[in-house]
């Protein structure tokens, strides 16, 4: 546990991709696997990073985009 604790520790750092555009990803993917734990600590965590609501509310449009093409690319194989 500990070692995942540091990677993820590591991977939240701004990179490349700044701490908070990592965790508005972390927000729209947590919101499509529907994890209640994971939507309440990256959303706290984004907003500590100075998420807004609408970045937030931006970011979950991205996650209802994401899972209803998942279920149309899916639903096609029922024909």
């Known amino acids: 546990m500990k070692a995942f604790w540091e990677f993820d520790k590591a991977v939240f750092k701004d990179g490349e991709i700044s ?3 990592k965790q508005l990803i972390a927000v729209a993917v947590a919101l499509t696997m529907q ?5 309440e600590i ?11 609501d609408a970045q937030l509310a931006e970011a979950a449009t991205v996650a209802a985009a994401i899972r209803a093409g998942g279920a149309i690319t899916h639903g096609t194989h029922l024909f």
């Open 19 to 21: 701490a908070l555009n």
């Open 35 to 39: 994890c209640v734990y994971c939507i």
């Open 42 to 52: 990256h959303n706290k965590q984004a907003r500590e990073a100075g998420a807004t």
